[in-house]
Nanobody
Framework: QEAVVESGGGLVQPGGSLRRSCAAS????????VGWFRQAPGQGLEGVSC????????VYADAVKGRFTISRDRAKNTVYLQMNNLKAEDTAVYYC???????????????????WGQGTQVIVSS
């Protein structure tokens, strides 16, 4: 069965860092764009970052530019989201998902993505 599984969530103090992982099983993740989305309490789903297939081109939401970095490890069939200088407003449930049409470009549009992970919580608090 094809699936993606997120890991690396948790509680961190403001200014701290976390690395999120999105691991794929049952299919080669390198042929898909991968997006990270988040949903804060009482808010809608927000696109955070994505990485294309092919050239690994990346996109970041303005709220995370300069603080978050998305990357891909083909050998591990995994995409990572390195989150630095975390702020309270980064508190949310984070999801990863794949986009089969993201060759050399990706977009942070929810409707493009399928095969969503279960979501994991990130809490930024002192």
């Amino acid at each position: 069965q094809e699936a993606v599984v997120e890991s690396g969530g948790g509680l961190v103090q403001p200014g701290g860092s976390l690395r999120r992982s999105c691991a794929a099983s049952g299919f080669p993740l390198e042929y898909y764009a991968v997006g990270w989305f988040r949903q804060a309490p009482g808010q809608g789903l927000e696109g955070v970052s994505c990485i294309s297939s092919g050239e690994d081109n990346t996109v970041y939401a303005d709220a995370v530019k300069g603080r978050f970095t998305i990357s891909r490890d083909r050998a591990k069939n995994t995409v990572y989201l390195q989150m630095n200088n975390l702020k309270a407003e980064d508190t949310a449930v984070y999801y990863c998902a794949r986009d089969p049409k993201g060759l050399n470009m990706c977009v942070l549009r929810e409707y493009r993505y399928a095969t969503w992970g279960q979501g994991t919580q990130v809490i930024v608090s002192s």
